[in-house]
């Protein structure tokens, strides 16, 4: 079974930047996608971003500006940078892949931005 692991969390102040990574624990083949999910505390899991195995992307409305996603399907790595970080901020981000039509997800790093 594909793992994916995410690093990259951890406190930060707001205003600030992070690098979110995931990779998956072995080379894998048929990857379609790879995206950002979070999931806030009392809130429900919501898509960030999303990279397709040809390179396009695409973010959720409220997610423009300040979320940029990378990652090469042919490597099984996905990356998130974040700038301006603000407190609503504050989730579990998760990776998510979708193999040949099947979901796999992290388990989640968090990201905790203190004001």
């Known amino acids: 079974q594909v793992q994916l692991v995410e690093s990259g969390g951890g406190l930060v102040q707001a205003g600030g930047s992070l690098r979110l990574s995931c990779a998956a624990s072995?080379?894998?083949?048929?990857?379609?996608?790879m995206a950002w999910y979070r999931q806030a505390p009392g809130k429900q899991r919501e898509l960030v971003a999303v990279?397709?195995?040809?390179?396009?992307?695409k973010y959720a409305d409220s997610m423009h500006g300040r979320f940029t996603i990378s990652g090469n399907t042919a490597k099984n790595t996905v990356y998130l940078q974040v700038h301006s970080l603000k407190p609503e901020d504050t989730a579990v981000y998760y990776c998510?892949?979708?193999?040949?039509?099947?979901?796999?997800w992290g388990k989640g790093t968090l990201v905790t931005v203190s004001s």
């Open positions: 072995e080379s894998i083949s048929g990857v379609n996608a």
């Open positions: 998510h892949f979708d193999i040949y039509g099947r979901d796999y």
């Open positions: 990279i397709s195995s040809g390179g396009s992307t």
